[in-house]
């Protein structure tokens, strides 16, 4: 079994700066991707950003640019840094892991994150 723990959402301004973490515990087994998801209210969940194991990353049109997305394998960490954010960028944020062998995936409970016009 795999546990997620986000942490770093909360308000801010728009155009300002949050950064997310999520770290994974449990039988992590590898390739894996770990990344991030949201949903807004009223909406369905959505990507946001992924980076696989071998640190290919794939992103959201809407946030490209402005997220970055890291991870520190050794931790079984992902990062996710979000700059100029914008009040449509408020959302639920989910840390995703999925097993590229298995195609089991965990998620997190999810961290909220408010941008303020």
């Known amino acids: 079994q795999v546990q997620l723990a986000e942490s770093g959402g909360g308000l801010v301004q728009a155009g300002g700066s949050l950064a997310l973490s999520c770290v994974a515990s449990?039988?992590?087994?590898?390739?894996?991707?770990m990344g991030w998801y949201r949903q807004a209210p009223g909406k369905q969940r959505e990507l946001v950003a992924t980076?696989?194991?071998?640190?290919?990353?794939n992103y959201a049109d809407s946030v490209k640019g402005r997220f970055t997305i890291s991870r520190d394998n050794a931790k079984n960490m992902v990062f996710l840094q979000m700059s100029s954010l914008k009040p449509e960028d408020t959302a639920v944020y989910y840390c995703?892991?999925?097993?590229?062998?298995?195609?089991?995936?965990?998620w997190g409970q999810g961290t909220r994150v408010t941008v303020s016009s």
């Open positions: 449990g039988s992590i087994f590898r390739p894996n991707i």
């Open positions: 995703n892991v999925r097993s590229l062998i298995s195609q089991n995936a965990y």
């Open positions: 980076m696989s194991s071998g640190s290919t990353t």
